[in-house]
């Protein structure tokens, strides 16, 4: 594998590119070359040839006349003469001259040894072309041994008339050695050049290489997320250049990095402390993002894995209407759509969708929002719930004010017993919506702070003392026995003396209304060391309150037995009024009854010193 990247590497492909590119110059230099010398030399050798074959022609032209040729004795001394002349002039490196005449026979030769072929004709083919004055007669042939050989045949004139042929047959490996001579320096100068080419080519190539590598590191390191180096500028060329913009690049990455993780921390920021749940799904329903409050509201350990439908316990249809548009609404509770909320009901949670959208894309995914409205869906149903109250508990008096008005206007008026009983119930619904407004009046000021507390210094025991006398008549009335209990080391108390007073008087007056003939109800006051507080029981032995109401009892306008207790004169706030004031001065207040046996209402209060400090 290293072997493989090693081939695969720049620099290596550089100089295989640059030795190429020498290997192919050298060859196409050397064969052309080569070849020019080549025929350099052997057209060289020809003509140094045919200039001996012309001589050689001129020289025997007058020995091989035909006038010599009647006279023997001039012939034969002729033909010694002209055998010594080619035997010592014309023997060129062994080259075989023959001088033949007009009938191909040989009359003089350069070669010792075939002296005994004088007066046998020669029969090669150029001999014949020449003896018919043809002059361009050349041949290279290979011998039986593998020698390259030069043969030329030459006509010989004679005042315009052919009286015989020059016939030379040369060898040629000398000129042969000559161009393999040259082959082999061109091959040594190919490899020398190949060396150096290769050597030249790697300093080459890692003066590109180098930066090149340079900037790979870089690019890696920059990937790994290190920023802080630089790569070095070596020039000005387009490697430098490429550098600078690398470092450019790398900076403004830098920065561009720092700034996204930057807003991704504000908004992992904003996620985690937003008092709203976020989930967000991609293109396909996943969950991919979700921030702690999510997690709290849909009361799960963690989103991964999850799909949005599945997670708020929605139909695949029912999420694609609501992606439809931007901003669709939705109230879930406990995961099942509702329409309605009740007390009694869970956690109630407004979910709402945002589609995400991609330029060409369409959309690419859902962001949901969630909000716990639980309280805000209780406070809207007490509010439609409290208006329906209102509005039924002034019904009914003015329903009766009216009709009793209609019939003293009609002639009940002249009958005197009975109009003033008209005129009684008249008033007494008068007195019953005097009680209603002013209960009303005293709730929004409790509910707007404009109650402010008068506290000041009350003993304990007068103040329980008092409220029993206040309701002794009534307990005289239905024979009930009240008793007064208070611990001895619980003596002041600094607390607005009239609102807890009211709601003493609101819960013995209850007390009483419920407890039939005979009854007892028994006040407590105790002191509680450990919170520093003050707990005051109302307990009665009346008929109680069922286990389902027990949870509702202090809303506003909330009867167990409503009929009857409207008969009794109640408004239904009384409860309502009595928590707030409770409330105001910091305590509590709870109940505690039991169907048929009793009831027990335990208000606490800090005790607290002049000026504000806890006792």
Request: charged share 25%.
């Amino acid at each position: 594998m290293k072997g493989k990247s090693f081939f695969r590497t720049i620099q290596v492909k550089l100089v295989i590119i640059y030795l190429l590119l020498i290997l192919v110059a050298m060859q196409l230099i050397g064969v052309y070359f080569i070849s020019t010398v080549k025929n350099s030399l052997i057209e060289s050798f020809t003509n140094n040839l045919k200039e001996q074959a012309d001589i050689l022609s001129k020289f025997a032209a007058p020995s091989l006349s035909p006038k010599l040729e009647a006279d023997s004795d001039s012939s034969e001394n002729t033909t010694e003469t002209l055998s010594l002349v080619v035997r010592n002039l014309f023997s060129i490196s062994g080259a075989e001259v023959q001088v033949l005449d007009s009938n191909g026979k040989i009359v003089a030769t350069s070669q010792q040894m075939q002296q005994s072929d004088i007066g046998k004709k020669n029969n090669e083919l150029a001999v014949s072309r020449a003896l018919q004055n043809i002059r361009d007669n050349e041949e290279e042939i290979i011998d039986e041994d593998n020698m390259h050989k030069k043969m030329i045949a030459q006509p010989v004139v004679l005042n315009e008339k052919v009286v015989g042929a020059v016939y030379i047959v040369a060898s040629m490996n000398d000129l042969y050695d000559t161009v393999n001579r040259v082959n082999q320096i061109f091959f040594s100068g190919t490899l020398i050049a190949l060396g150096l080419t290769g050597v030249l080519g790697v300093l080459l190539a890692h003066t590109i290489t180098s930066p090149i590598q340079g900037l790979t590191k870089q690019a890696e390191a920059v990937a790994e997320g290190k920023f802080d180096f630089q790569v070095p500028v070596l020039g000005d060329d387009e490697i430098g250049r490429l550098s600078m913009a690398f470092n450019d690049m790398t900076i403004r990455l830098k920065d561009a990095l720092s700034v996204n993780e930057e807003e991704n921390e504000k908004l992992a920021s904003i996620l985690s402390n937003m008092s709203d749940g976020v989930v967000a799904a991609d293109e396909h329903g996943k969950i991919i993002v979700w921030n702690r409050r999510a997690l709290e509201l849909l009361d799960v350990r963690s989103c991964e894995g999850y799909e949005l439908p599945t997670l708020l316990g929605l139909s695949e249809q029912k999420l694609q209407e609501l992606q439809q548009g931007r901003g669709q609404t939705l109230l879930l509770d406990r995961g099942q759509d509702v329409e309605h909320v009740s007390d009694e009901e869970g956690d109630v949670l407004r979910v709402t969708f945002t589609p995400i959208h991609r330029r060409d894309k369409g959309i690419t995914g859902t962001i949901a929002v969630l909000q716990d409205v639980t309280e805000q869906e209780k406070l809207e149903h007490s509010r439609r719930q409290f208006v329906a109250n209102v509005s039924h508990e002034l019904r009914t008096p003015l329903t009766t004010i009216k009709s009793y008005a209609e019939a003293l206007n009609d002639g009940a008026l002249e009958e005197r017993e009975l109009s003033s009983r008209f005129v009684g119930v008249i008033s007494n619904e008068t007195e019953r919506m005097i009680r209603l407004v002013t209960d009303l009046l005293h709730l929004s000021r409790l509910d707007s702070n404009q109650a402010p507390l008068r506290r000041r210094q009350t003993n304990v025991h007068d103040m329980l003392d008092e409220v029993a006398d206040r309701f002794s008549f009534q307990l005289r009335q239905k024979s009930i026995k009240a008793t007064v209990r208070v611990d001895s080391g619980l003596q002041d108390a600094w607390l607005d003396r009239d609102q807890i007073d009211q709601v003493l008087d609101n819960l013995i007056s209850n007390a009483i209304k419920y407890t039939l003939d005979g009854g007892k109800i028994e006040l407590t006051a105790r002191k509680q060391q450990s919170s520093g507080t003050m707990a005051i029981s109302v307990k009665d032995t009346g008929i109680g309150i069922p286990k389902k109401d027990l949870s509702r009892i202090f809303d506003r306008f909330y009867r167990v037995d409503k009929a009857r207790s409207r008969n009794m004169g109640g408004t239904g706030l009384g409860l309502s009024i009595a928590r707030e004031i409770v409330k105001a001065h910091g305590g509590s207040i709870a109940l505690d009854s039991e169907l048929n046996e009793g009831t027990t209402v335990t208000f606490t209060l800090p005790l607290l010193q002049e000026g504000g400090e806890i006792a």
